[in-house]
């Protein structure tokens, strides 16, 4: 170990074999019998697991299970919840269908069939992901593998990043990791991402995004962004890369073998100018807990880059404000920004973790409550909808009515950002559809302009 790393390791106070390299080892659904953890939970759990692991990705690695679940506390423990596969994220009658087919010992077409039939129920890409944003080139192509769904920012899917180190049981994305071609987006060619941006001068944000990007090899990621140093890309001022690997695989920043390149391309790349931030996905301040995932906190950092953190709002993992406020301090002291609390989007087992609106609301202003100014940069409650990421502001009677104010955080069209309108109060609500216009008006105000705008990009 070099003299700096052994000074930092003093003045940490972290043990140095708590900072070991770890072999990546991966359980998918297919090992779910190898997972000795699992060994001592009743048989009915696990085969719960089966059958919605049968429908649902479901992707765990060694350092998840023996350093961030605490098995002492299986299965009510957020970390577990967070990984492994529970079974009320079937309804009853989804999970009958598969489990039918699993106790008979059906031959695999047959249970792919069944999966398939119960994911088409799962509203596999939500807000028109697949069908809106895509844009074209210049002779009218889809460019598959990138998104622009607001003007400033351009989202880029490499598809050698549509994996995790793990998957997360409510994940929005779920779609892309069950090997459906149709659903996946995803683009190899980083010619078509420079060639977009070069003709986009409006655009000032690139997120790269997945899956994780991090699973990429640090040469892969370094063909995607050195070239945006060029000055012909001066306009590109912010390069994001959404990930979860901090949680998942903080050893991507410490210890894997080209863990040193990364760190210094994300070097090149602030020294160069740009901004870069990364954006990491955290649900429980328990995930920054390990020393590993503080000292890949803190290499991060010390390149220029920034860390923001989001996450969504979800039941039986984080559906309580003082994990909310907890997190956000910590996240605060190890020097990250605060950035987005999300609503469990309308895909896949959202049912399961979703968390009405209003109680959303009502989490987020306890735990604001609860956190000196610097953690009070998180925004949320916010949906990520069809129309644009739209913001609870809070519930309030105006009139005699009881309402949501809401307003757009970010929108399809700019002229709807930060406008305050108005939803008639609805306890069990927990999606923007679920919400009518308040006041007796019929629509909200940017409805017809969102419909036009969805028939413009259909053809
Ligand atoms: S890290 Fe993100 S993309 Fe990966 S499984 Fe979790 S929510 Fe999905």
């Not at 088409?120 to 990138?146: I, S, T, W």
């Not at 410490?254 to 090149?268: F, G, K, N, P, Y």
């Not at 790349?269 to 990491?280: P, Q, Y």
């Not at 950092?301 to 953190?309: H, Q």
Request: proline fraction near 5%; include cysteine.
């Amino acid at each position: 170990m070099s003299q700096s790393a052994t000074l930092r390791h003093q003045l940490n106070a972290i043990p140095e074999e708590a900072l070991e390299g770890r072999n990546f080892q991966v359980y998918t659904q297919r090992d779910l019998d190898r997972i000795e953890a699992l060994s001592n939970l009743p048989r009915e759990l696990r085969f719960d697991m089966e059958v919605v692991a049968s429908v649902l990705p479901f992707r765990v690695n060694e350092y998840v299970i023996d350093e961030l679940i605490d098995w002492d506390n299986v299965p009510a423990d957020p970390i577990f919840h967070l990984t492994f596969p529970q079974k009320g994220m079937l309804s009853p009658d989804q999970y009958e269908r598969m489990a039918a087919v699993l106790r008979r010992g059906a031959e695999q077409p047959e249970i792919q069939a069944v999966a398939q039939e119960i994911r088409e129920e799962l509203n596999p890409h939500p807000a028109g992901q697949l069908l809106l944003n895509v844009p074209k080139d210049e002779q009218g192509n889809r460019l598959e593998g990138l998104q622009h769904k607001y003007r400033e920012t351009v989202l880029f899917f490499p598809s050698q990043g549509q994996t995790c180190h793990a998957y997360c049981t409510f994940c929005f994305r779920w779609a892309q990791f069950i090997g459906d071609k149709a659903l996946k987006m995803a683009t190899t060619e980083a010619a078509a991402l420079h060639r977009y941006l070069r003709s986009h001068k409006e655009v000032t944000d690139l997120l790269v995004t997945g899956g994780d990007p991090m699973v990429m090899k640090t040469k892969r990621l370094a063909s995607y962004l050195e070239s945006l140093l060029a000055p012909e890309f001066d306009h590109i001022q912010t390069i994001r890369i959404g990930t979860k690997a901090l949680t998942f695989w903080p050893h991507r920043f410490v210890t894997d073998s080209d863990a040193d390149e990364l760190i210094s391309l994300l070097e090149r790349l602030s020294d160069a100018g740009k901004h870069v931030a990364i954006m990491a996905h955290y649900n429980h301040w328990r995930e920054m807990e390990t020393p590993i995932a503080r000292e890949a906190i803190r290499r991060l950092r010390s390149t220029g880059a920034e860390i923001r953190t989001q996450g969504p709002l979800l039941a039986h993992i984080n559906d309580d404000a003082d994990v909310w406020a907890t997190m956000w301090q910590k996240q605060v002291q190890l020097g990250i920004i605060p950035y987005y609390m999300f609503v469990e989007r309308d895909t896949g087992a959202r049912h399961y973790f979703e968390v009405p609106l209003a109680k959303a609301w009502q989490i987020y202003r306890d735990a604001m409550q609860k956190v000196s100014g610097l953690g009070r940069s998180a925004r949320g409650p916010s949906m990520s909808a069809g129309p644009g990421k739209v913001e609870v502001q809070g519930v309030t009677e105006i009139q005699g009515e009881k309402v949501f104010v809401l307003r757009f955080i970010q929108a399809r069209n700019p002229d709807w950002v930060q406008r305050p309108f108005f939803a008639q109060y609805d306890e069990k609500a927990t999606w923007l559809d679920h919400l009518k216009p308040a006041f007796g008006e019929e629509k909200f105000f940017f409805e017809e302009e969102y419909e036009a705008i969805c028939k413009e990009r259909l053809g």
